[in-house]
């Protein structure tokens, strides 16, 4: 199970602000507590700082790795800006969010994760748009996972996103996600699963109950990577649960460290 750390993104009002002034002690307060809570990545995203995105990318990549010596997911729409995030990575292997089958976007992400040899979101979407049907995310699963090999990139580099789809606008977008996560993993087992989970509540009331319950379905057909808010107790407590129960956790060791850190109190 790969949990990546979203926190740290420029659309989040109090990141933008801590950006903005250069408060570093609050951007590192950010990434310890996502840490200690849970997380094996650091996501690192300022995409809306768009007049200095590289600039503010390279700050808060420093200013990270200041405070933690965790891996980091550079996050942003623009290959250079992903290039300049990698250059200052130091520790572990890093990950790049995201590539996808559009081809100007696989053109210019490629060369950087076999040069940087960077682990992948895998957006299941080419130029044709968002996938429709469970069937249109494997197509593209497909293609992708023959181009991203045969440049060398290894299996386990690879994590397919099934992209979430809100299910108050599009009735079967949780089964169709549930179909593609299985379909994809018959045809690569080796492969890995991640997405951006609460996508499939927006719009409707009760959101924590339907993503906790996502979570514990996905996880059921071989999703084993969330990017999300690591310090959410409630969520990361459902996640050790899980893989408990789905025989991934020896002994329940890691169901059994949760239960010590307070996750299950009421």
Known sequence: MLIIGELINTS??????????????????VAKDQLEAGANYIDVNCGTMVNNEAEVMEWLVNTVQEAVEAPLSIDSPDPKVIEAGLRLVKYGQPMINSISDEKERFDSILPLAVKYNAKVVALCMDDTGMPETGEDRVRVAQSLYQKLTEAGVPDENIYFDPLVKPISAVEKAGV????????????????????GLSNVSFGLPNRK?????????????????YILNPTDKEMMGVIYASLALLGQDSYCMNYLTAHRKGLYEV
């Open 209 to 225: 109950v339907l993503n906790r319950l996502f979570v514990v379905q996905t996880m059921t057909v071989g999703m084993d990577g």
């Open 176 to 195: 169709e996600v549930l179909e593609s996560i299985k379909l994809i993993k018959q045809l690569f087992p080796k492969v890995h699963f991640t997405c």
């Open 12 to 29: 989040r009002k109090a990141i933008k602000a801590a950006v903005e002034t250069k408060d570093a002690d609050y951007i590192k307060q």
